[in-house]
């Protein structure tokens, strides 16, 4: 395994960590989460288990990412992970901050920008 896969999966997870732990902290009501997926579980769940389970998955899916490219093998795919890990790493701190300050950053217009087009 190259040293920049374990950077991407240390990125990956390392940058979740504050978005989940902002939103166990912050949020108190389900309503409040604005992710429609996350909220759906939510409901199913509960709020802590609901979170736990959306991470369970993240980790799930950064893994297969992590382990697909250590089975390709290829420069192009290890220079893929990093630079994915690094942008989700990005909103994930993003989306963190926007929990804890409940002040809008550049990441998070551009989150709901994007995600209004899709929920209209």
Sequence with gaps: MSLMMIISAIIL???KIPDLFTTLVKIKVIEDERNPLARACMHKLGIRNGL???FGVYLTIA?????FCYLADSFWWDLQLILSAIIIGVFNVAVAHYNWYQRHNYFTRLIAKIGG????
Excluded at 117 to 120: D, I, S, V
Aim: no cysteine.
């Design 13 to 15: 997870v390392a940058s």
């Design 52 to 54: 736990f389970f959306i």
């Design 63 to 67: 893994g297969a990412m992590v382990y």
């Design 117 to 120: 087009r899709f929920y209209r």
